[in-house]
């Protein structure tokens, strides 16, 4: 199966999409995100640092807890200027 890109043009921001669980969910900060989706704190640090993807696992355990679709939450995944055009299914 070959590796999903962002299209050209696009930037990843996985910030987004972190920032938009915490809201929707009325978290108090990443620590709670982490013990919400059963992951160590350094884990969404990574994340925040784009030094870590964010997995396919990570993202199914964000759409369990979120109830935020994949199709948003992969749209969340790309900065908000880039937003604007739906990303290709």
């Known amino acids: 199966m070959p590796i999903r890109r962002l299209p050209e043009g696009r930037e990843y921001d996985p910030n987004r999409v972190l ?3 915490i809201s929707k ?3 108090k900060n990443d620590a709670a995100l982490s013990r919400l989706l059963e992951v160590a704190p350094p884990v969404i640090s990574k994340i ?4 870590l993807p964010i997995g396919a ?3 199914l ?3 369990e807890e979120s109830e935020f679709s994949i199709r948003e939450l992969r749209e969340l995944m790309v900065k908000a200027e880039d937003a604007l055009e ?3 299914a």
């Not at 925040?48 to 030094?51: A, D, E, L, V």
Request: proline share 5%; no cysteine; net charge positive.
């Open 61 to 63: 355990r964000m759409h």
């Open 57 to 59: 696992t990570l993202l």
């Open 25 to 27: 969910l009325r978290l």
């Open 86 to 88: 739906p990303l290709a």
């Open 48 to 51: 925040r640092h784009q030094t």
């Open 19 to 21: 920032d938009a669980i």
